[in-house]
């Protein structure tokens, strides 16, 4: 499968850019399979897991949780807007594609609910459950002409964070909150406010601040716990300077 340049908004390699759209989903189209054979699609709330598999909450009385019963093949679309052109077909996205399997790994449903919090209303209701799509390959559209098949390794992310994200998280926030408000502010333009970090892992930084959600990529992927304090402490100098 390729893995070359990509152009226009995404000049970075084309399985960076498909798992950096993957990891800041919030929605995205999930198709399923009718009993009899026919497709089936709806829109879904998205996380991931540790090392990039997307992540759903369920309910045993929708329709797509009722297919994937019986059949557990499934397809997620997830798709970045375009804000400079207004063209809903310029932006990026990404087709993933593989078997729904359920999952009560804690670390599901703490990533998830730090994604939507208001999820956790229902999280705990008797026909809801979490999801994990194990997804085989991928199909990245990032623009007109720029199309590229990548295989399910090229979009994971090592797990070495996985065990230490909880603490960093509740690190971060407990005794750097001024370096969290600079990477929302000056890093990513975003409005000042009281932001926190809601989730870290290999490809970035998940933040948030009343109600509204932001997603810092990193440069490289980071891979240990000590690789990540220098990679924050370099990103903090960063936004200090950009002031």
């Known amino acids: 499968m390729a893995n070359g340049k990509m152009k226009g908004d995404d000049r970075i390699p084309a399985a960076q850019a498909a798992r950096r759209l993957v990891r800041g989903a919030v929605i995205g189209g999930l198709a399923t399979l ?10 879904v ?4 897991t540790a090392v990039g598999e997307p992540t759903l909450l369920l309910s045993t009385l929708a329709a797509h949780t009722r297919n994937l019963q019986k059949d557990s093949r499934a397809s997620l679309l997830i798709s970045a807007e375009n804000r400079q052109t207004g063209d809903p077909l310029a932006g990026s996205r990404v087709t993933l594609n593989g078997t729904m399997v359920a999952d009560d790994d804690p670390a599901t449903r703490r990533r998830f609910l730090a994604r939507h919090p208001t999820a956790a209303g229902y999280a705990d209701f008797g026909d809801f459950g979490f999801y994990r799509l194990v997804f085989t ?3 990245l559209v990032a623009g007109f002409g720029r199309i590229v098949d990548l295989d399910r390794e090229k979009l994971l992310a090592p797990a070495g964070l996985a065990d230490s994200e909880e603490g960093a998280v509740a690190h971060m926030n407990a005794d750097h909150g001024d370096a969290v408000r600079l990477y929302a502010t000056r890093l990513l333009g975003l409005r000042d406010g009281r932001w926190t970090v809601t989730g870290v892992d290999p490809d970035g930084l998940d933040m948030a601040c009343d ?6 990529d990193f440069a490289e992927t980071v891979e240990t716990p000590e690789a990540l304090r220098a990679t924050l402490a370099d990103l903090a100098g960063k936004a200090r300077n950009n002031g």
Request: hydrophobic content about 40%; overall charge neutral.
């Open 211 to 216: 109600g509204q959600r932001a997603r810092l």
């Open 45 to 48: 709330a998205v996380a991931t």
């Open 137 to 139: 390959d991928a199909h």
């Open 34 to 43: 009718n009993a009899d054979g026919g497709p089936f699609s709806s829109m």
